[in-house]
Structure formats: C-alpha cells, structure tokens
Antibody, heavy 118, light 107 residues
Framework: QVQLKESGPGLVKPSETLSLTCAVS?????????WGWIRQPPGKGLEWIGS???????YYNPSLKSRVTISVDTSKNQFSLKMSSVTAADTAVYYC???????????WGQGTLVTVSS | EIVMTQSPATLSVSPGEGATLSCRAS??????LAWYQQKPGQAPRLLIY???TRATGIPARFSGSGSGTEFTLTISSLQSEDFAVYYC?????????FGQGTKLEIK
C-alpha cells in the first residue's frame, strides 16, 4: 500500500522560506512515477505547485516557478518542497502526491497546514 | 493556462437519487481529465481518470463521460458517504489545473 506523509513547520514568517518533506512508503520513488506538490488555501480550491521525476527532472507551475524548488532524495525515499519569500497568500494545506506520467494523482498524503504569519 | 469551470457550485440531492456534475474546459483537453472527491479534513480521492475510467476500488455508481471541453460526472443512487466536494482536473497542458469544485449536499 502506497503511503505519503508530509512533514515540516506549521508556521512560517512572511518573507522566509517554507520547507516541507514528503516521506513515501510502500513504493520506491526510484521505480518511477512523478511526485508532486499541490496546495489548497483554506476554504478554496486546489493548485498544482510542481512535480519531480526520480531522475530529478522538475516541472513547476509558472506562477510559482521563481520561488519554488522541488528535490528528491531516493536514498531516503522522500522528496521535498522549498518555497521562498512567502506571504500570507501562501497559507494553505500542502499535499504531496504520486503522479503517473499522464498527470492525475492516484495517491495523496494527508496534507499539512502551513500558516504564514509573524 | 486552461481554466476549468464546474457547475453548479452547490447541488442539493436526496439520498437514493442521482446527481450530474459538469466540468467545462476553456480549450480542448482531449480525454485528459480526472475527477476527485474531497471530504472535510481529508485529501482528495481519485475517482475517475481518462475522463471515464474508474480508479481502483471506486464503486460502479460513479461514472464519467465527455471529451474535448465538456465533461460530466454522474453518481447514481447517492449514498450518505457520497456527499462531499468534487473537483475536476485537466492534465492535458501544464500547468495542470483544477475546477473550483461542486459541493454535493444532502437535500
């Protein structure tokens, strides 16, 4: 059974960098698929942030590209998200997910709420 | 980017009845469309991909149809656990985009 779990600080100050990690169990990241991050502001819809292949190839949403870095650590079977210069608009539940090459998400983490506030 | 528009925003239906949810794309996405169900405090759950293929473990009362710019999710004989928010997502063009959601509530 594939499982994903997000971890990281729940509170980040404005202008600082948000850092989250997604630990994957039940499947080796090195075996394939893409691994992505999606966020959902409170009471709102879903937004793709980006994804990464086990080889390190990345795809970022152009609206966030300048502030986002996604990386993968196959030795730990996890991948990470860094988002710089955060503002209150980045307050959201952040989900990690497994993405078949076609583009939908078949397995999701439980999500983690990140609040940007001083 | 492709804009996905879902209608209606809220749909009130009685248990046992059927429901039809719509999703429209601002340009053709072929059959590269998925539907998700999200309950409060939970992650989205994949229901349909390829516009009409049910994901593993999804009951047959959920069905998807459409191609190009017009898509439909049909739920026959609603069960209590089906009342949730439903999102469509296109994965034809990057960045992949979601609709704003349809809330299916008990009438």
């Amino acid at each position: 059974q594939v499982q994903l779990k997000e971890s990281g600080p729940g509170l980040v100050k404005p202008s600082e960098t948000l850092s989250l990690t997604c630990a994957v169990s039940g499947y080796s990241i090195s075996s394939g698929y893409q691994w992505g991050w999606i966020r959902q502001p409170p009471g709102k819809g879903l937004e793709w942030i980006g994804s990464i292949y086990h080889s390190g190839s990345t795809y970022y949403n152009p609206s966030l590209k300048s502030r986002v870095t996604i990386s993968v650590d196959t030795s730990k079977n996890q991948f990470s998200l860094k988002m710089s210069s955060v503002t209150a608009a980045d307050t959201a539940v952040y989900y990690c997910a497994r993405r078949p090459l076609s583009g939908y998400c078949d397995y999701w983490g439980q999500g983690t709420l990140v609040t940007v506030s001083s | 980017e492709i804009v996905m528009t879902q209608s209606p925003a809220t749909l009130s239906v009685s248990p046992g009845e059927g429901a039809t949810l719509s999703c429209r794309a601002s340009q053709s996405v072929s059959s590269n469309l998925a539907w998700y169900q999200q309950k409060p405090g939970q992650a989205p759950r994949l229901l349909i991909y390829g516009a009409s293929t049910r994901a593993t473990g999804i009951p047959a009362r959920f069905s998807g149809s459409g191609s190009g710019t017009e898509f439909t999710l049909t739920i026959s004989s609603l069960q209590s656990e089906d009342f949730a928010v439903y999102y469509c997502q296109q994965y034809n063009n990057w960045p992949y985009t979601f609709g704003q959601g349809t809330k299916l509530e008990i009438k």
